[in-house]
């Protein structure tokens, strides 16, 4: 059975339409799990490490007592690295090293100026104290995610990073407390789905709440994320996972094919588009993919994909290809063009951009060294990729002196009584020299 993917042509009178349908993704909750999860909130708020006992072994089917054993030790995960294989081991070492090395780049530093009559203004800048950091577990176990959340915390001098991760049946991921150990993780408990979100933002006797929640999860994790949101900060609510592919026409279609699959094998949900202003590429590259997803485990996941999501778009030309990357505004976006450093000026909206064709999207998950965090659902118009400072805030720093609080309460006083704010106006007013 092949696979049909949607064919888009920009000279299509209701292209733009179709392209809007296929982008189309709703990610809030329905009214079920929406109920389901304020009870669960509700219940963990009430009941602290009571209701995370009860409701982690009802949902991941445990059988334990108490967050005692819901709790990974410090030596725990000290043998989780040391029994780690080697080539495992290597290879989380050095991804970590390349992405705690991109995020040094990201650092912000407090900085101020002083004016000609005394007046010092500037910015403060400081970490957050604690983050949680989500980690989905079971059949999806992402060490790398571990990696790219807590690295650029602890970059920002985070304190305290709490590590939640639940382990359905009892099964424990190795390279995912490995990856914890690496990273400087404080903490780690495992739980998960609403509750462990839940525990963050409110803290239990055990689970210390947090400022900020990060990290990926299913529909009730995200729901929980975005009810919690105001008593504490969240990254962001993620939507499916994203590849688009611009392409000139000169790469080789099995390597495109492999490109959109390493999107489409993460769920039915997930949306791999193909822009190219070649239609005999086009057509290859469709051949690629059929030829190869017999060979893949999850093939079964790439075919619905690449079926109900996925897309074959030809434009007129390399401006028009860029055009529809900037409406499109991709969580990841591939450039594989002869000349990419040429055209990626033009690209405006892009979780992150991976120029030319050996630079597969796949080195960006794991081990190039941004982070793999990204905008999602075309939020990448107004959002950016988990960075370092998504861990720090910045605090206004303002101190006047004697001449400069009289000028500047002149002006205050003129804008307060323009508002009716006599208190505003009468307060700078005493400041001002007679």
């Known amino acids: 059975?092949?696979?049909?993917?949607?064919?888009?042509?920009?000279?299509?009178?209701?292209?733009?339409?179709?392209?809007?349908?296929?982008?189309?993704?709703?990610?809030?909750?329905?009214?079920?799990v929406l109920t389901a999860v304020k009870d669960i909130i509700k219940d963990v708020r009430q009941r602290g490490d009571v209701a995370l006992v009860e409701l982690s072994n009802k949902f991941d089917r445990l059988s334990v007592s108490s967050m005692d054993e819901l709790t990974v030790s410090a030596e725990r995960l000290q043998l989780a690295l040391k029994n780690l294989d080697v080539a495992q081991r290597k290879a989380l070492e050095?991804?970590?090293?390349?992405?705690r090395m991109y995020h040094e780049k990201q650092l912000m530093t407090s900085w101020q100026y002083t004016e000609e009559d005394g007046t010092m203004l500037g910015q403060q800048i400081t970490a957050l104290e604690s983050v949680g950091l989500y980690v989905p577990g079971g059949k999806a176990?992402?060490?790398?995610?571990?990696?790219?959340?807590?690295?650029?915390?602890?970059?920002?001098?985070?304190?305290?990073?709490?590590?939640?991760?639940?382990?359905?049946?009892?099964?424990?991921?190795?390279?995912?407390?490995a990856a914890a150990q690496i990273a400087g993780v404080t903490k780690v408990f495992t739980i998960g789905g609403a509750q462990a979100v839940a525990a963050l933002a409110y803290g239990t006797d055990t689970v210390p709440g947090v400022d900020k929640i990060v990290g990926p999860g299913n529909?009730?994790?995200a729901t929980a994320k975005s009810l919690v949101f105001g008593k504490v900060g969240i990254d962001m609510i993620a939507g499916p996972s994203e590849i688009l592919v611009v392409c000139d026409g000169k790469s080789n279609p099995d390597w495109i094919a492999m490109d959109l699959f390493s999107q489409a094998e993460h769920d039915e949900d997930a949306q791999s588009i193909l822009v190219s202003p070649d239609k005999a590429f086009l057509t290859a590259v469709e051949a690629s993919i059929n030829k190869l997803v017999g060979e893949m485990e999850r093939k079964d996941i790439i075919t619905k994909s690449l079926t109900d999501r996925g897309?074959?778009?030809?434009?007129?030309?390399?401006?028009?290809?860029?055009?529809?990357?900037?409406?499109?505004?991709?969580?990841?976006?591939?450039?594989?063009?002869?000349?990419?450093?040429?055209?990626?000026?033009?690209?405006?909206?892009a979780g992150a951009i991976f120029m030319g064709r050996y630079t597969a999207e796949a080195l960006g998950d794991y081990c190039a060294g941004p982070n793999?965090?990204?905008?999602?659902?075309?939020?990448?118009?107004?959002?950016?990729?988990?960075?370092?400072?998504?861990?720090?805030?910045?605090?206004?720093?303002?101190?006047?002196?004697e001449d400069g609080a009289s000028e500047l309460g002149k002006v205050a006083s003129v804008l307060a009584r323009g508002e009716s704010l006599t208190a505003h106006a009468r307060s700078a007013e005493y400041r001002i020299k007679k």
Not at 1 to 27: P, R, V
Not at 94 to 99: P, Q
Not at 155 to 164: F, K, N, S
């Open 1 to 32: 059975m092949s696979i049909s993917i949607k064919q888009l042509n920009t000279q299509q009178t209701a292209f733009w339409q179709e392209l809007d349908n296929l982008l189309a993704w709703e990610s809030v909750s329905n009214d079920e």
């Open 94 to 99: 050095l991804a970590a090293d390349r992405v």
């Open 141 to 177: 176990t992402y060490p790398s995610s571990v990696l790219m959340n807590a690295i650029p915390a602890k970059v920002a001098g985070v304190e305290e990073i709490i590590m939640v991760v639940p382990t359905p049946d009892g099964e424990v991921n190795e390279m995912v407390l």
């Open 219 to 221: 529909i009730f994790v």
């Open 311 to 349: 897309a074959m778009v030809h434009v007129n030309d390399m401006d028009e290809a860029i055009k529809v990357a900037n409406y499109i505004a991709p969580e990841h976006l591939e450039l594989a063009v002869e000349d990419p450093t040429a055209i990626v000026g033009q690209i405006r909206h």
């Open 372 to 401: 793999h965090v990204l905008p999602t659902s075309r939020t990448a118009r107004f959002s950016s990729p988990l960075g370092v400072y998504d861990f720090q805030k910045r605090s206004s720093l303002i101190m006047c002196s």
